[in-house]
């Protein structure tokens, strides 16, 4: 998410907002990646209640070009904060 979100940046993620509505185009989310990692990435599309989502780092990002599209119980919550 370079250079939004550098990789030694701390940031809060809450799955608050997301009771109230679903992740949206824009959001920026943390998802479970298959149990290997959590991944913080943007939500740049949704078809048929999938996410497609993208680093801010086109050049070097793992993200849906790499493991498709994420359903939304793999999502964690939404960055709501950087310290």
Excluded: C, H, W
């Excluded at 959590?38 to 070097?60: A, P, T």
């Amino acid at each position: 998410m370079e250079p939004k979100i550098k990789d030694t940046d701390v940031v809060l993620v809450s799955f608050i907002p997301f009771l109230f509505k679903n992740p949206a185009v824009g959001d920026i989310v943390a998802f479970n990646n298959k149990g290997k990692q959590i991944l913080i990435k943007r939500i740049k599309k949704i078809e048929n209640g999938r996410y497609y989502v993208r680093g801010d780092n086109k050049d070097d990002s793992l993200d849906s070009r790499n493991i498709g599209f994420i359903s939304k119980s793999r999502i964690l919550g939404q960055v709501i904060y950087k310290l």
